[in-house]
């Protein structure tokens, strides 16, 4: 048996829905799913009130040139 090594990378954005959308323009970044902040999951995260959490991003995967990549928002910035 062979042991395999893999790197995964995932990366985080202030805005992944617009890192997303310039990555496909830029990298033609394809097979993109975006999985958006539920309410509920908003509330656990405690997401201030008045936020759109729609247009947050919990999970999202995309290829460029036939490799994925990970991405998500990051909710600890300041």
Known sequence: MTAHSAIYPYLTFA???EA???Y???FDAQNIVRLP???AAA???Q???GVDFSQLTM????TILGE???AADNFEQN
């Open 47 to 49: 997401v201030p009130s």
């Open 20 to 22: 997303l959308a310039y």
């Open 59 to 62: 999970h999202a995967a995309f």
């Open 68 to 70: 994925w990549l990970y």
């Open 15 to 17: 805005n992944t829905k």
């Open 43 to 45: 509330q656990a995260m």
């Open 24 to 26: 496909q323009t830029v």
């Open 37 to 39: 902040v539920t309410a």
